[in-house]
């Protein structure tokens, strides 16, 4: 079974850091794109940054110049690194990812796999 699992959120003051990770594990046999999206209480789940197995990246304009989005592809994992924090960057962000695996001993199609979610609070 195939599973990300996401860490690092919490509360910080505005201004402030945080750092977040996502890890895929499971009969992986390749990972493609991977996403960190957010929704906020009351709003539609937004793309906050994506990167595929290149390297390529992209970012809501409202993050851009705040937000750094990385993988290690050893890894199969992915990371948010949150700088300049504000009030309104407050969520539960979601990792997301296009993967292959590897089930009953053959290769699956593109699968699309979600996280659990991580509360991020941005408050004084």
């Known amino acids: 079974q195939v599973q990300l699992v996401e860490s690092g959120g919490g509360l910080v003051q505005p201004g402030g850091s945080l750092r977040l990770s996502c890890a895929a594990s499971?009969?992986?046999?390749?990972?493609?794109?991977m996403r960190w999206y957010r929704q906020a209480p009351g709003e539609q789940r937004e793309l906050v940054a994506a990167?595929?197995?290149?390297?390529?990246?992209n970012y809501a304009d409202s993050v851009k110049g705040r937000f750094a989005i990385s993988r290690d592809n050893a890894k199969n994992t992915v990371y948010l690194q949150m700088n300049s924090l504000k009030p309104e960057d407050t969520a539960v962000y979601y990792c997301?990812?296009?993967?292959?695996?590897?089930?009953?001993?053959?290769?699956?199609?593109?699968?699309?796999?979600w996280g659990q979610g991580t509360l991020v609070t941005v408050s004084s």
């Open positions: 997301n990812a296009d993967l292959t695996a590897v089930v009953a001993g053959m290769m699956s199609g593109i699968l699309e796999r």
């Open positions: 499971g009969s992986i046999a390749s990972v493609n794109t």
């Open positions: 990167i595929t197995s290149g390297g390529s990246t």
